[in-house]
């Protein structure tokens, strides 16, 4: 069983910066691949990122690569999302989830636990 928070989210202005943490309970977080996905209202929830149990693999959308970067301290058993270069259609609500497949995966039904989100905002 993991236990997932997210915080860090918040109002910023557009080409402002944001760092997301997910805090994670439980003794095999270091086993999961984790991942960042994100629904704006009236959307379908979307990936956003992932990375590999080591921290050693990483996968983007199209949308956020070269603007975000997710990293890990399995050490803290923590996640985050560093977002720069934000833009309006970045807001929405910011999810992490962990997944026990191997093979990291943009599919939301290949993730096993989720955490309840944080509100990101970007005003234009």
């Known amino acids: 069983q993991v236990q997932l928070v997210e915080s860090g989210g918040g109002l910023v202005q557009a080409g402002g910066s944001l760092r997301l943490s997910c805090a994670a309970s439980?003794?095999?977080?270091?086993?999961?691949?984790m991942g960042w996905f994100r629904q704006a209202p009236g959307k379908e929830r979307e990936f956003v990122a992932a990375?590999?149990?080591?921290?050693?693999?990483?996968y983007y959308a199209d949308s956020v690569k070269g603007r975000f970067t997710i990293s890990r301290d399995n050490a803290k058993n923590t996640v985050y999302l560093q977002m720069n270069s934000l833009k309006p259609e970045d807001t929405a609500v910011y999810y992490c989830?962990?997944?026990?497949?191997?093979?990291?995966?943009?599919?939301?039904?290949?993730?096993?636990?989720w955490g309840q989100g944080t509100q990101v905002t970007v005003s234009s």
């Open positions: 990375i590999s149990w080591s921290g050693g693999k990483t």
């Open positions: 989830a962990a997944s026990a497949v191997l093979a990291l995966s943009d599919r939301d039904y290949e993730y096993d636990y």
């Open positions: 439980g003794r095999t977080f270091s086993s999961y691949a």
